[in-house]
């Protein structure tokens, strides 16, 4: 059953469809056009659904009633974290914690999804590539603990896992006939922008959400406009090659910054409330219109799981706070990053992770460029560092006593060191405020 309204004033024209659900639930769609530009006046568009926050209350206390046992069972098991004797001197203390904790925040998502995949089945994709990520970093850390073989699962094999899921994500992507969007237009006067509104029909399109570009849309089929009619499928091909890029980059990332308590677990809760809020805002085509973004049918369903994860990380933070009873492994930092990225690009908001995972991105070129200086330097004959330490957090709790004399360091400040509670706090913080920016920069002309 559907009923539909129309409000007409001279100020405004909403059309306002309610749709049943079959199950006591209801779907509204407000298609909102303001003619006087006053967005901000229609508090009524305000939607505070108890929907959304059970499940992050669901997961939350799932993870937190796990998290005791969880930690017990490793500790039998004698799954304990092997600290390098080469790292901070801090950090010497933690060897023997617990690892492997990730396995808390996996069983809150996965059992909390579990209850909404029949009335949300647009969650079941990133569901499975979540566990697809837990499945790689169980591997690698069953490696690490029980093989007591210190760089885990080869390096070409984890590669293969990422890059494989990552082919699965963008194939799914393209193959699926219910991933669609519809694209938003801007009606201009004089040269100015009067009025956002989106086409009617759905379609499959190559377009992902960039500020600073046109409507702030980017093709990818742009990109392969010289071969003509074949331009579209290239243009998924190009999509392919990109999502495959991103899942690995992201995962490498949040698997990097996993090195302080609290730290990934924390950042990625930012990172993950913030892709909430697009995903919700791009499910309503009045919010949507007033952002300038595409409007993507559906992606209100993915809002659910972006909400378990958050209140899974939540939970598992209670365990994970400094001191931390227990450390996510890579079971845990490569499944945070597989989901960031996956849910990204489902709601074509991948082209913003620079920005909003920009914590990430610095962790994983802090590494880059220490191995490239200190190979250009080996082959020279001489030992050069960019940095005390990487990823650059270690930079900040590494003193100069620790430095290697006979290398060369082109930042060795600060020289005292901070305690890693305030490391942490300072990165969540800078995500924070990364978040923000990357929210703003869509109305950024």
């Known amino acids: 059953m559907q ?3 129309l409000i007409n004033s001279p100020e405004r024209r909403i059309l306002i469809t309610v749709q049943s659900r079959g199950n006591g639930a209801l779907n509204s769609n407000i298609y909102f056009r303001n003619e006087k530009k006053k967005t901000n006046e229609y508090e009524v568009l305000i939607m505070l659904n108890f929907g959304v926050i059970a499940p992050l209350l669901i997961s939350f206390v799932i993870s937190a009633a796990a998290g005791p046992k969880i930690i017990g069972i490793l500790r039998r098991l004698k799954a304990g974290q092997t600290v390098r004797d080469d790292g901070p001197q801090t950090h010497l203390k933690k060897n023997g914690t617990p690892t492997m904790g990730g396995i808390i925040f996996l069983l809150g998502v996965v059992v909390t999804c579990l209850f909404y995949v029949k009335d949300y089945p647009k969650i079941i994709p990133v569901l499975f590539m979540t566990v697809g990520f837990g499945i790689v970093g169980f591997l690698d850390d069953y490696i690490k603990v029980f093989r007591k073989d210190k760089e885990g699962l080869h390096g070409k094999f984890k590669i293969i896992g990422q890059v494989g899921l990552g082919l699965i994500v963008g194939l799914t992507l393209y193959l699926s006939p219910n991933v669609v969007i519809r694209e938003n237009v801007e009606i201009q006067k004089g040269g100015e922008i009067v009025e956002i509104v989106h086409k009617a029909q759905n379609e499959k399109s190559t377009k992902t959400t960039i500020p600073f570009f046109k409507n702030n849309n980017l093709d990818y089929a742009d990109f392969v406009g010289f071969l003509g009619d074949h331009a579209q499928t290239a243009g998924w091909i190009l999509f392919v090659l990109v999502t495959i890029f991103v899942v690995t980059a992201v995962s490498n990332g949040a698997n990097l910054n996993d090195g302080m308590d609290g730290m ?3 950042n990625s809760a930012i990172i993950g409330l913030t892709l909430g809020i697009l995903a919700y805002v791009s499910s309503h085509i009045e919010y949507a219109g007033y952002l300038n973004i595409m409007y993507i049918p559906g992606s209100e369903e993915l809002v659910i799981f972006i909400c378990a994860f958050i209140g899974a990380l939540i939970g598992f933070l209670w365990y994970n706070a400094f001191p931390a009873q227990v450390f996510m492994g890579d079971t845990g930092s490569l499944t ?9 690009i489902i709601i074509h908001k991948e082209l913003l992770i620079p920005i909003l995972c920009g914590i990430f991105l610095i962790e994983n070129l802090s590494v880059i460029l220490q191995v490239r200086y200190f190979k250009s330097g080996k082959k020279k004959g001489h030992i050069q560092r960019i940095f005390k330490r990487t990823p650059i957090h270690d930079h900040f709790r590494t003193t100069l006593a620790q430095l290697d004399p006979n290398c060369s360091y082109v930042f060795t ?8 509670s305030k490391i942490t706090v300072r990165f969540w913080i800078v995500t924070i405020v990364l978040a923000a920016i990357t929210i703003i920069t869509l109305k950024i002309r």
Do not use: Q, S
């Open 264 to 266: 990934a677990a924390g």
């Open 3 to 5: 009923d539909r309204w």
């Open 413 to 420: 400040k600060p020289g005292n060191v901070f305690h890693e």
């Open 336 to 344: 945070i990053g597989g989901i960031i990225a996956v849910f990204a």
